[in-house]
Protein backbone atom coordinates (compact mmCIF):
# COMPACT_ATOMS: atom_id res chain seq x y z
CA UNK A 1 0.00 0.00 0.00
CA UNK A 2 2.79 2.29 0.64
CA UNK A 3 4.39 1.85 -2.36
CA UNK A 4 0.73 2.91 -3.96
CA UNK A 5 0.93 6.56 -2.09
CA UNK A 6 4.53 6.76 -3.15
CA UNK A 7 3.43 6.53 -6.87
CA UNK A 8 0.40 8.37 -6.19
CA UNK A 9 2.35 11.34 -4.71
CA UNK A 10 5.05 11.61 -7.40
CA UNK A 11 2.41 11.78 -9.67
CA UNK A 12 0.73 14.56 -8.24
CA UNK A 13 3.78 16.19 -7.60
CA UNK A 14 5.11 15.94 -10.82
CA UNK A 15 1.71 17.72 -12.25
CA UNK A 16 1.76 19.89 -9.77
CA UNK A 17 5.72 20.69 -11.25
CA UNK A 18 4.51 20.74 -15.13
CA UNK A 19 1.40 23.47 -14.12
CA UNK A 20 4.08 25.96 -12.20
CA UNK A 21 6.72 25.78 -15.15
CA UNK A 22 4.42 26.66 -18.10
CA UNK A 23 4.86 29.95 -19.38
CA UNK A 24 2.38 32.28 -17.72
CA UNK A 25 1.01 33.64 -20.69
CA UNK A 26 -1.09 30.73 -20.62
CA UNK A 27 -2.71 31.88 -17.28
CA UNK A 28 -4.17 35.00 -19.09
CA UNK A 29 -7.75 33.99 -19.07
CA UNK A 30 -9.53 34.31 -22.65
CA UNK A 31 -8.05 34.99 -25.85
CA UNK A 32 -9.49 37.76 -27.96
CA UNK A 33 -7.68 37.22 -30.80
CA UNK A 34 -4.46 35.32 -31.84
CA UNK A 35 -1.70 35.55 -34.79
CA UNK A 36 0.64 33.46 -36.64
CA UNK A 37 3.84 33.85 -38.44
CA UNK A 38 2.88 32.54 -41.86
CA UNK A 39 5.75 29.98 -41.81
CA UNK A 40 4.24 27.89 -39.05
CA UNK A 41 0.82 28.82 -39.10
CA UNK A 42 -0.43 26.16 -36.57
CA UNK A 43 1.66 27.80 -33.39
CA UNK A 44 0.80 31.30 -32.24
CA UNK A 45 3.17 33.82 -32.17
CA UNK A 46 0.96 36.61 -31.00
CA UNK A 47 -1.84 36.61 -28.58
CA UNK A 48 -4.72 39.40 -27.29
CA UNK A 49 -6.43 38.89 -24.07
CA UNK A 50 -9.89 40.03 -23.47
CA UNK A 51 -8.50 41.57 -20.00
CA UNK A 52 -6.36 44.12 -22.44
CA UNK A 53 -2.70 42.39 -21.76
CA UNK A 54 -1.36 40.62 -24.61
CA UNK A 55 2.10 37.77 -25.11
CA UNK A 56 4.28 37.88 -28.26
CA UNK A 57 7.22 35.65 -29.66
CA UNK A 58 8.61 37.24 -31.88
CA UNK A 59 10.72 35.30 -35.16
CA UNK A 60 13.42 34.80 -33.30
CA UNK A 61 12.85 34.18 -29.55
CA UNK A 62 12.23 30.63 -30.42
CA UNK A 63 9.02 29.10 -28.69
CA UNK A 64 9.11 31.67 -25.50
CA UNK A 65 6.16 34.14 -25.13
CA UNK A 66 6.95 37.34 -23.58
CA UNK A 67 4.08 38.67 -21.60
CA UNK A 68 2.96 42.48 -21.68
CA UNK A 69 0.75 44.22 -19.31
CA UNK A 70 -1.31 46.07 -21.80
CA UNK A 71 -1.67 46.70 -26.08
CA UNK A 72 -2.72 49.73 -27.83
CA UNK A 73 -3.37 48.41 -31.60
CA UNK A 74 -4.33 51.62 -33.67
CA UNK A 75 -4.39 51.43 -37.39
CA UNK A 76 -1.22 50.67 -38.17
CA UNK A 77 0.93 50.36 -34.86
CA UNK A 78 0.65 48.03 -32.07
CA UNK A 79 2.49 49.18 -28.87
CA UNK A 80 2.95 46.37 -26.38
CA UNK A 81 4.05 47.47 -22.17
CA UNK A 82 5.91 45.49 -20.09
CA UNK A 83 5.21 44.91 -16.84
CA UNK A 84 8.72 46.98 -15.97
CA UNK A 85 7.18 50.22 -18.24
CA UNK A 86 8.95 49.12 -20.97
CA UNK A 87 7.43 49.58 -24.70
CA UNK A 88 7.73 47.31 -27.65
CA UNK A 89 6.49 49.42 -31.02
CA UNK A 90 6.01 47.96 -34.23
CA UNK A 91 4.28 49.08 -37.20
CA UNK A 92 2.15 46.87 -39.40
CA UNK A 93 0.04 47.06 -42.11
CA UNK A 94 -2.69 44.53 -43.43
CA UNK A 95 -3.13 42.81 -46.62
CA UNK A 96 -6.59 42.58 -48.80
CA UNK A 97 -5.79 38.64 -48.01
CA UNK A 98 -6.19 38.57 -44.15
CA UNK A 99 -2.21 38.66 -43.66
CA UNK A 100 -0.55 41.10 -41.38
CA UNK A 101 2.97 41.98 -42.06
CA UNK A 102 4.55 43.30 -38.57
CA UNK A 103 7.96 45.10 -38.54
CA UNK A 104 10.12 43.82 -36.44
CA UNK A 105 13.74 44.63 -35.38
CA UNK A 106 16.55 42.57 -36.77
CA UNK A 107 20.23 43.42 -36.04
CA UNK A 108 22.72 42.14 -38.18
CA UNK A 109 26.78 42.52 -38.00
CA UNK A 110 29.04 43.65 -40.59
CA UNK A 111 31.24 40.87 -41.91
CA UNK A 112 32.79 42.08 -45.18
CA UNK A 113 33.03 44.85 -47.41
CA UNK A 114 35.18 48.47 -46.87
CA UNK A 115 33.22 50.55 -44.99
CA UNK A 116 30.60 49.20 -41.98
CA UNK A 117 29.37 52.92 -42.30
CA UNK A 118 27.11 52.92 -45.52
CA UNK A 119 24.93 49.89 -46.40
CA UNK A 120 27.44 48.43 -48.88
CA UNK A 121 28.82 45.31 -47.88
CA UNK A 122 28.02 41.68 -46.45
CA UNK A 123 25.75 41.22 -42.91
CA UNK A 124 25.09 38.64 -40.55
CA UNK A 125 22.65 37.98 -37.54
CA UNK A 126 22.69 35.74 -34.86
CA UNK A 127 20.59 33.15 -36.48
CA UNK A 128 22.60 33.09 -39.79
CA UNK A 129 19.94 35.17 -41.39
CA UNK A 130 22.41 37.26 -43.68
CA UNK A 131 21.49 40.14 -46.43
CA UNK A 132 24.44 41.37 -49.20
CA UNK A 133 24.18 45.04 -50.65
CA UNK A 134 26.63 45.87 -53.61
CA UNK A 135 27.30 49.19 -54.71
CA UNK A 136 25.55 47.98 -58.42
CA UNK A 137 21.92 48.24 -55.81
CA UNK A 138 21.40 44.43 -55.88
CA UNK A 139 20.80 42.65 -52.43
CA UNK A 140 21.17 38.89 -51.76
CA UNK A 141 19.06 37.51 -48.76
CA UNK A 142 20.23 34.39 -46.81
CA UNK A 143 22.49 33.82 -50.21
CA UNK A 144 19.19 32.42 -52.14
CA UNK A 145 17.20 35.52 -52.87
CA UNK A 146 18.01 37.59 -55.35
CA UNK A 147 17.23 40.96 -56.55
CA UNK A 148 18.05 45.28 -56.79
CA UNK A 149 17.15 47.43 -54.15
CA UNK A 150 16.33 51.02 -53.77
CA UNK A 151 17.19 53.07 -51.26
CA UNK A 152 14.34 55.89 -50.04
CA UNK A 153 14.70 59.35 -48.54
CA UNK A 154 12.79 58.43 -45.35
CA UNK A 155 15.43 55.72 -44.26
CA UNK A 156 13.75 53.07 -46.26
CA UNK A 157 14.66 50.07 -48.63
CA UNK A 158 12.60 48.50 -51.38
CA UNK A 159 13.82 45.04 -52.40
CA UNK A 160 12.53 43.93 -55.56
CA UNK A 161 13.08 40.13 -55.72
CA UNK A 162 14.28 38.59 -59.20
CA UNK A 163 12.29 35.19 -58.69
CA UNK A 164 9.19 36.91 -58.25
CA UNK A 165 8.02 34.10 -55.33
CA UNK A 166 7.92 37.23 -53.27
CA UNK A 167 6.69 40.37 -53.37
CA UNK A 168 8.66 43.54 -53.18
CA UNK A 169 8.93 44.60 -49.45
CA UNK A 170 9.71 47.64 -47.84
CA UNK A 171 11.98 47.74 -44.84
CA UNK A 172 13.60 50.06 -42.64
CA UNK A 173 17.16 50.68 -41.62
CA UNK A 174 19.74 52.25 -39.74
CA UNK A 175 23.56 51.65 -39.49
CA UNK A 176 24.96 52.34 -35.69
CA UNK A 177 28.45 51.41 -34.80
CA UNK A 178 29.16 48.18 -37.25
CA UNK A 179 25.57 46.73 -37.10
CA UNK A 180 22.79 47.74 -39.44
CA UNK A 181 19.35 47.77 -37.73
CA UNK A 182 16.26 46.26 -39.46
CA UNK A 183 12.90 46.89 -39.40
CA UNK A 184 11.43 43.46 -41.17
CA UNK A 185 8.04 42.62 -42.43
CA UNK A 186 7.25 39.35 -40.59
CA UNK A 187 4.09 38.34 -42.35
CA UNK A 188 1.48 36.67 -40.55
CA UNK A 189 -2.10 34.82 -40.05
CA UNK A 190 -5.23 35.25 -37.76
CA UNK A 191 -5.94 31.96 -36.06
CA UNK A 192 -9.18 30.38 -36.20
CA UNK A 193 -10.61 30.95 -32.41
Do not use: H
Not at 30 to 59: I, P, T
Not at 99 to 120: A, C, E, F, W
Request: aromatic share 16%.
Amino acid sequence: MNCKKVLLFLCVAAAMLLTACKDDETDKGAVKEQWAYLEDESNACLKFYEDGSAAFRSDDAGSKFKMYKQYDLTADKLKLTAEDGSVLEMKYYDTDTGKRYMYQKVTLDYYDGNDSSTLIGAWLAKNDWSFQFTDKGTFLEDGLWAGYFIVNDDGSIKLIYDNRVFSDTIIYYSLENGKLILDYPFGMVKMAQ
